[in-house]
C-alpha cells in the first residue's frame, strides 16, 4: 500500500515562497513522474513527501494517516538519491543490508533479504566489493537495491539517471521500470528529461515555479496540453508555437503545431519557407525551416530518405486536426 | 616530461633543493652520532678522545632514562587523545549553520598561532598562578584550597596546555573533512533509519577516518619533540621531564655533549618505534 496525499502544501525558505499551496494524489502502485525545468521545485516536493525538509504549512497523508509531522525513517518510503549516497567505507552487502541493521532484523532474515535483493538486481557477484570498485550503473542498482529491501510503501527516485551516460541510462530506465512492474509498488521519480517522463511513467505531473502545470498520462499531456508550457515541454523536438497574424486567422494568440504534425512539399502548401538545418537520425530527418509566419523557425519531421538542400524553398501544410490553440493567458482552447 | 633532455633538465634543476635538504637533515644526524661515540666536555677539556659505547651504556642505565621515555609517551598520548576527541566534538559543532561563523572559527583557530613559549607563560601565570591566578580566584569562590597546578598536577597542566595549543589544528583538520562529507550520504542514512548517533558512528566518524590519522600521525611528529612548554613552566622538575629535555640538560646543563647525542640517537629510535606503531594502527586509513 503506498498512497500519497498533498493536502494544501507550501513550503517557504525565509522569504521566498517555493512550493504554492498544491494538492496532488499519487494512487497506490503507480508511476508518477515529476517533471518541469530545474528550480521548477521538484526535487523540494519530492524531499517534502520524504520527510527531509519540513513543510511550511498543509498535510501529508500516506496511507490515509496524517506523516506531517513523522520522521523519514518511519514514513515507509525508500529513496534512491542524484549521487546514490551510498557508504563508501562499507561493501555492497552491508551498504543493502544497512536499512535492516537499523531495524534491528534478525541476521538470518537480513541475510535472505539482501541475497533476494541482489539476485533482482543481478548484484550477486558484486557483495563484497566497495562501491568505489563499482561502475555508474552498478552503483545505482545498489541504490535502489538499498531502497527495496526495506519493502517500502513506496519509492523515491531523485533524477536517478542524471549522472549516466546514455546507453545506460536507456537501459537503467527499462530496468526500473520492470522493477515497478514486478515490485508493483509505488514509485515517485524526479526527472528534468521528459523522454523519461514520458517512456516510465503511469502518471506525469508537470511542474513550474512550484505550481502544477498539468497532471495526466503521458499520452494525455502529449495529445492535449492545457498550456502553451506542458505544450513546449512535453514532446522531443518542441512542438511549434506560432504567435501574430497566423495565430489569429485561427482565432487564437498562439497556435501550437507538432513537427510530426506538418506536411511538406516543394511545390504547393499553406505556409512557405526555406530550409535551414538539417538533422539527420537515419530513421527520421528534422528540418528546421525559416518561413514568414514566425520568427523562430519550424521544426519539421519527414522521412529519413527525404533529402532537402540548404536554402531550399519549400511549402508546409498543417494537419488541420492536430492544431492546439490557446488564448492570451496560454491557455487551451477547445 | 618525456624527452630525455627534459628529464636530465629536471634532475639538475631539482639537484640544489635535493642537496640542500638532504645537508640539513645529514649534516646533523652524522654530527650526532660522531659526538655519541667521543668523550666531548666543552667546559672540562673539550674533546677528550673517542669513548666506545660508554656514552649509550651512562644514558640508558641512568635513573632517568625509563622515567623520561614514559613521561615523553604519556605526554604524547594524551594529548593526542584529548585533541583528537575534543576536536571531532568541537568540529561537529562548528559545521552547524550559526550566526558569526567567520569570526568563532577563527577564534577557534587562534591559539595555534600563539607560541608556545608565549602560551606556557600565559598559562603559568594567568591561569595556573596558586595564588594569583584564575583558577585560584575559582577555586576560593566555591571555598576550596587553590592548587598547585604545577606542582600537584604537574603533567596534567602540561598535557592541558600543551592540548589546549593543538586543538585548533585538530579542529581545523577534522571541520574540512566534515564539510566534504556528501550531505545526501546523511539523508540516505536518515531514511534507513539511522538516529545522530548511528549516523556519527556509522557514517562521520568512518568517514573522517583519514583525517583523525593525518591528525595523528603530524601532532606525534611535533609533539615527541615538545621542549619550551617544559622548559617555561616546570623546567623539567615533578616528574614532568621527557626525553628531549633530558637530552637538553645533558648537553647544557651538565655540558655533556657525548652524553646527549648518545640520548639524541635514543630518541630517534624511540620516534621509529612510536612511528611503526602508529603506521600498524592507523596507517591503513591512508590507502585510498
Redesign the interface.
Known sequence: MGRIQLKDVTKSFGEAQVIPPLNLTIEDGEFTVFVGPSGCGKSTLLRLI?G?EDITSGVIEINGEDATDV???RRG???V???Y?????MSVRKNIA??LR??KMSPDEIDRRVKSAADVLNLTDYLERRPGQLSGGQRQRVAIG?AIV?EPAAFLFDEPLSNLDAALRVGMRMEISELHKKLDTTMVYVTHDQVEAMTMADKIVVLQAGYIEQVGSPLELYQRPKNTFVAGFIGSPKMNLVTGAEAARHDATTIGIRPEHIDISDSEGAWKGIVGVSEHLGSDTFFHIHSDISDEPLTVRASGELLLDYGATVFLTPRAEYLHRFDARGLRIE | MATKASRSAARLMMAPAVILLMGWMLVPLTMTVWFSFRKYLPLRGGDLGPAGFDNYVRFVTSSSFWPAVWTTLIIVGGVLLITVVLGILLALLLDQPMWGQGVVRILVIAPFFVMPTVSALVWKNMFMDPTNGLFAHLWRLFGAEPVAWLSEASMGSIVMIVSWQWLPFATLILLTAIQSL?S??L????????GPL?RFG??IL??L?RAITIVILIQTIFLLSIFAEIFVTTGGAFGTRTLTYLIFQRVLESQNVGLGSAGGVYAIILANIVAIFLMRIVGKNLDA
Open positions: 520524504a527531509l520522521v523519514p525513517a518510503l525508500a529513496m538519491f542524484q549521487s549516497a551510498l557508504y563508501p567505507h544497512f536499512p537499523m531495524a538499498r526495506r | 556528501d545526501e550520504q539523508e540516505a542514512a536518515e531514511m534507513d533509519g539511522a548511528q556509522h557514517i568512518p568517514h577516518g
